[in-house]
T-cell receptor, first 112, second 113 residues
Framework: DGGITQSPKYLFRKEGQNVTLSCEQNLNHDAMYWYRQDPGQGLRLIYYSQIVNDFQKGDIAEGYSVSREKKESFPLTVTSAQKNPTAFYLC???????????FGSGTRLTVV | GESVGLHLPTLSVQEGDNSIINCAYSNSASDYFIWYKQESGKGPQFIIDIRSNMDKRQGQRVTVLLNKTVKHLSLQIAATQPGDSAVYFCAENIAGGGNKLTFGTGTQLKVEL
């Protein structure tokens, strides 16, 4: 079955560490996105990529970095510069403009 | 409606009743709208979408209404079931905005037996 796979489901980070969240899709979608969700709130866009080897900052990119070396993969690194990283992270993809996103099941990141 | 902060607007309905969830969107240039359902600890699931050249679209037990004059979107769920309990988000795509969706803060739907 086609879909988006996020891993790990749960991730714990110590203060000052960088961590990388994985997002892989086999839907052959060109565009991929990373959103952050805090409790009781909507989704805020971190980074997005419309095509391989290209990506743009979203509304809250500070403290995060991404790469898009392959069409199927769009990993997100949460750096030590992100002061409040505890949140639920969602990856999504879409086949074309003005089409709905398909979401992964999310990664819950907690700072310990 | 929309709100900021930790407390989502909540709609409580009896099983079997119809539910109406509302959303005020922000940009008159938005040309595509989607409703998503999110269960606790899971990613959002697509429910239904509508383009700005339409006023109404129906799916299985769901209807989306778009009023561009007042920038308002609603989701109607017929014969609400316990499995409909979730948070519902509206999302808008702003034409020329780079193909990225902007999400509302969501409404918690609780179905009472």
């Amino acid at each position: 079955d086609g879909g988006i796979t996020q891993s790990p489901k749960y991730l714990f980070r110590k203060e000052g560490q960088n961590v990388t969240l994985s997002c892989e899709q086999n839907l052959n979608h060109d565009a991929m996105y990373w959103y952050r969700q805090d409790p009781g709130q909507g989704l805020r866009l971190i980074y997005y990529s419309q095509i391989v080897n290209d990506f743009q900052k979203g509304d809250i990119a500070e403290g995060y970095s991404v790469s898009r070396e392959k069409k199927e993969s769009f990993p997100l690194t949460v750096t030590s510069a992100q002061k409040n990283p505890t949140a639920f992270y969602l990856c999504a993809s879409t086949e074309a403009p003005n089409y709905g996103y398909t979401f992964g099941s999310g990664t819950r990141l907690t700072v310990v | 409606g929309e709100s900021v902060g930790l407390h989502l607007p909540t709609l409580s309905v009896q099983e079997g009743d119809n539910s109406i969830i509302n959303c005020a969107y922000s940009n008159s240039a938005s040309d595509y709208f989607i409703w998503y359902k999110q269960e606790s600890g899971k990613g959002p699931q697509f429910i239904i979408d509508i383009r700005s050249n339409m006023d109404k679209r129906q799916g299985q037990r769901v209807t989306v209404l778009l009023n561009k004059t007042v920038k308002h979107l609603s989701l109607q769920i017929a014969a609400t079931q316990p499995g409909d309990s979730a948070v519902y988000f509206c999302a808008e795509n702003i034409a020329g905005g780079g193909n990225k969706l902007t999400f509302g803060t969501g409404t918690q739907l609780k179905v009472e037996l």
